[in-house]
DNA sequence: TCATAAAAATGTAATCATTACAAATTAATA
DNA sequence: TATTAATTTGTAATGATTACATTTTTATGA
C-alpha cells in the first residue's frame, strides 16, 4: 500500500486523511510488529516534531471505532495495534517477547455453546515458544 | 468444589492455602463470572474485613503464576481471572457486557504458519451482541 | 509452651498507560 | 478573506496495578 492508496482506504472507512492519521496509518502498514502507541510516537516524532501523544492515542482509537484497525490485547498491560483486517491469529513468544501473525481458519472453531449469539470480532492469542527460541535454548 | 477440595487442589498446585487465599479461589470456582481484582475485593471485604487490595492482586498473580487459574484480557482496561483451566473461548458482549464461556474443539484451528512453535497459552475471544440482547434489539 | 524464623497480608505511595479537557492550530467553506 | 468546523496539542486527571516497608500470622524447634 501506497501512500494514495491509504488515502482511499481512509477515506472508504470514513476516515478524513489527515497527515498524521496518512502516517500513522502508513507506520501500521509498513511496520507489521505489532506496535504499542507510545512505540509509534517514539518511531514517529523524529520525522514529524510537533506530534504528541494524544493524537497518537486519538488516532488509533478512531481507526479502531472506524474498523480500519484492530486491537490487539495479548497483553496484558498495554495495547497493541494491528492494520491486518483480515482474519488471523497472534502468538506471542514468551521468551523474546515478539507477536507473530498466523492464518486462521475461523469456521473450524466450533461454537456449539452459544446459539444465536453474532459474532462481529474475533481475537485469537496463543502464547509459548516461538521457532527461533527454541532452537536457542537447546543450544 | 468445596473447601476441602480447593485446599487440595491449591497444596497440589503449590500454593500454601492460607484462609485468604481459599475464599479468593472459592469466590472464583463459585461464580464464573470472570470478575476482576476489584470485584473480587469488594464482594468478599464484608465477610473478611481485614482484607486488602493488594493481597487480591498478589493472590490472583500467584494463581496464575502456579497454573491455579487463568488471566482474561478480552476488556483492554482491565484484567479479569477464571479458575476454569479448560480448554474453552469466551464471548464478550458489547452490549451487557457479560463474558460467557463456550467450548472449544483447539485441535481444530490449524496452525499451519507456525511451525515448531510450542503453544502454551490460548486465549479465544469473541465479540458481539448475546442472545439476550439481539432478541432485546429486535423488540 | 515459648522463642524465633519464615511466610502472608496490609496500607500507602508510586508507576504507567490512557483519557479528559480546554486552548491553539489547521483546514474547509461560503 | 472571514467564519466555522475539524484536528491537534499539552497538561492534568484517572484508574488499574505494582513496589515496598511494616505488621501480622503461621510454622518450626528448643
Redesign the pocket.
Known sequence: MDIREIERFLKFNQ??P????LKIYEYLVKNKNHP???LIYRELVDE?P?????????????FVEKGAAQLITID?????YDADMSIHGHFKCKHCGKVYDFPLNFAAIDMGGLQNFQVEENHIYLKGLCNDCQIQKEN
Chains 1, 2 share one sequence.
Do not use: F, G, P, Q
Request: charged content about 25%; proline content about 0%; glycine content about 0%.
Open positions: 476516515i478524513k489527515s497527515h498524521h492519521r504499542t502507541a507510545d514529524i510537533t506530534l504528541s501523544k494524544t493524537t497518537v492515542y486519538n488516532t488509533l482509537n478512531l496484558e498491560s498495554e495495547n497493541r
